[in-house]
């Protein structure tokens, strides 16, 4: 399990965000004591931080550029600032993303998950029970079967493996496929998770996808 | 200067003048002064007081053609007392330096105003920043507890678009600039406001069409996504009630620039409110039929653009569908810079 520590010394957003990472499936810690956070950013022994730019005392691009010295677990940077020259600044310091407070929960979670799966350099391919799922060639293979699915499907088919066993929503599928520039409608969303069904059960695994209704889907 | 005002201007010296002459031909005579000696006793007084008028004439037209003519060259008549010299005569000293001290005392009193209006936008940004923060805990606060969230999502989404549209504007209107020119990919900055507005999109069951994006662009990243976010807020806001909302977004490139092209296919705009559609407060006859109209986001957006150096266009049919184009110039980050 991913630990993630939380630099926001808004207490409310702290402890939104903390609920939403735990819900993620995220180990969070959160800094109190704004006096020294440089020493108890060292200290800490996390994946990934989440560091705000405006904190009481030094800020966040000052903090960014001496952690950055001695280490390299990967930090997004979260901020209510919003002109470019903050973030120009931030990635030249090392930062491995930036995010502009609102931020859209879905999309947030996205990306906190794109960097850690960057830090850890994971495979182009993933198994999903006896399914060998890959994604560079757009295509689900099972028992020397193949079957290519869409850029949608592939996107569907990919965020219910991150979250095998968990209830994915419409709602975080939409955000997702939108994320990729795919502008699908309530209808079409409904398309091609059946055909998506329907490619499962040419390999045999019919019922992989499971409905809740009014929650979403689940891949078992 | 004109000759004939100026005398008429001093008719009263010339009379007193003329008089004091009379009066003195008249006094020699009744001394029985030799009439020899009264006609070079009255030469000499009239020649003395031509030349002196002459003289006073001259210098002072000197001075005031060309304070006439630094005033009609002048595009901001205001710096008129910088380009002014002292004159040799009395009074156009004392005009210049109460020039100079009007001056001075505008000059201050403008810097007032320029700093106060700085404080204010610097304080506004600052607002901007704080009150995003709540913003984000409520955005956070409806994911976590997804029932209840559902419902405030979108009326925290309009807040959200107030509070960013406040800060546009106090940055459009003021004359410092804190933009960053870089290479944008539209189709990165497209999909953003698209998944910023996909709630509002999907409720209106909207399709959206998007071709020829993949291309990047000199522009600031954050206020090109401000300004196409207003253009589907406005597509949204104006949909026509009879038709699904169908959005087009798509990108021309020529040896010119790229031209970014955004069309809808709402309720359009009436011929004869399209020329004043990027003005401020203007509402129209779509700002009539809908309360909520500011007149203020394309007024915003055009301000912006000009700022960035793009040029903005409208095309639209009443009824059929509203098409705005954005000029993307090639050079206009060197012209800038």
């Given amino acids: 399990m991913n ?12 402890e939104e965000l903390s609920i939403l990472l735990e819900n993620a499936g995220y180990l969070v810690s959160t800094i109190a004591d704004f006096n020294d956070v440089f020493l108890q950013m060292k200290e800490a022994d996390v994946d990934l931080i989440l560091l705000d730019i405006n904190l009481p005392g030094e800020n966040g691009e000052v903090l960014l550029q001496k952690y950055r010295k001695d280490s390299d677990t990967p930090i997004i940077m979260l901020t209510s600032r919003t002109d470019d020259i903050d973030e120009v600044l931030s990635m030249s310091y090392g930062a491995d993303d930036y995010i502009t407070k609102p931020y859209n929960p879905t999309i947030l979670l996205l990306r906190i998950s794109a960097v850690l799966k960057r830090s850890v350099k994971k495979g182009q391919t993933q198994m999903y029970n006896d399914v060998q799922v890959s994604f560079v060639s757009g295509s689900i293979m099972r028992n020397g079967m193949e079957q290519i699915l869409t850029k949608n499907e592939m996107i569907i088919f990919g965020l219910l493996l991150d979250h095998k066993g968990e209830i994915v929503s419409r709602d975080d599928m939409m955000t997702v496929l939108w994320d990729n520039d795919e502008y699908l409608n309530d209808n079409a969303l409904s398309v091609n998770i059946s055909r998506l069904r329907t490619k499962l059960s040419e390999l045999g695994i019919g019922d992989a996808i499971e409905t809740r209704k009014k929650q979403g889907y689940l891949l078992k | 200067m004109n000759f004939w005002d100026y005398i008429k201007d001093r008719i009263i010296i010339y009379i007193m003048k003329t008089t004091a002459i009379v009066i003195s031909i008249i006094f020699l005579s009744a001394f029985n002064v030799k009439s020899q000696a009264i006609i070079v006793v009255t030469n ?14 001259f210098r ?22 910088e380009l002014v010299n002292y004159p040799e005569f009395y009074e156009g000293k004392i005009m210049v330096n109460a020039l100079r001290e009007c001056d ?8 007032e105003y320029r700093r106060q209006n700085k404080e204010f936008r610097e304080y506004i940004e600052m607002w901007v920043h704080e009150a995003k ?14 029932d209840v969230g559902r419902k405030m999502t979108g009326q925290i989404k309009r807040i959200d678009d107030y509070i960013e549209s406040v800060l546009y504007y106090a940055r459009s209107e003021n004359p410092e600039l804190d933009y960053v020119i870089k290479e944008v990919s539209l189709k990165k900055i497209f999909g953003s406001v698209a998944v910023r507005n996909r709630e509002a999109l999907q409720i209106l069951d909207a399709a959206i069409e998007t071709d020829g994006l993949d291309i990047n662009v000199l522009t600031d990243g954050k206020w090109i996504e401000f300004i196409i976010g207003q253009l589907m807020a406005n597509s949204i806001k104006y949909c026509s009630p009879d038709r ?17 092209h955004f069309r ?38 055009s301000n912006l653009c000009e700022r960035l150096g793009h040029r903005i266009d409208v095309v639209s049919e009443y009824g059929k569908y509203t098409e705005i184009q954005i000029v993307f110039g090639k050079n206009d980050f060197y012209k800038m810079s």
């Fill in chain 2, 44 to 57: 000499i007084l009239v020649v003395t007081v031509l030349m002196s008028e002459l003289w006073e004439y």
């Fill in chain 2, 264 to 301: 809808d296919n709402g309720k359009g705009i009436l011929k004869e409110d399209i020329p004043y559609i990027f003005e401020k407060s203007f509402t129209g006859h779509n700002g009539r039929e809908n309360k909520s109209s500011t007149g203020m986001g394309l007024f915003i957006v």
């Fill in chain 2, 60 to 81: 002072k037209r000197d001075f005031y053609i060309r304070l006439n003519n630094s005033l009609a060259e002048l595009d901001k008549k205001y710096l008129l007392p």
């Fill in chain 1, 3 to 14: 630990k993630i520590l939380i630099v926001e010394d808004d207490r409310t957003l702290c």
């Fill in chain 2, 244 to 260: 699904k909302l169908f959005l087009r977004a798509w990108a021309d490139n020529n040896d010119k620039g790229v031209i970014f």
């Fill in chain 2, 104 to 111: 001075k005392s505008m000059a201050e009193n403008v810097a």
């Fill in chain 2, 133 to 146: 923060i709540p913003v984000a805990s409520l955005r956070l606060m409806c994911h976590n507890n997804q």
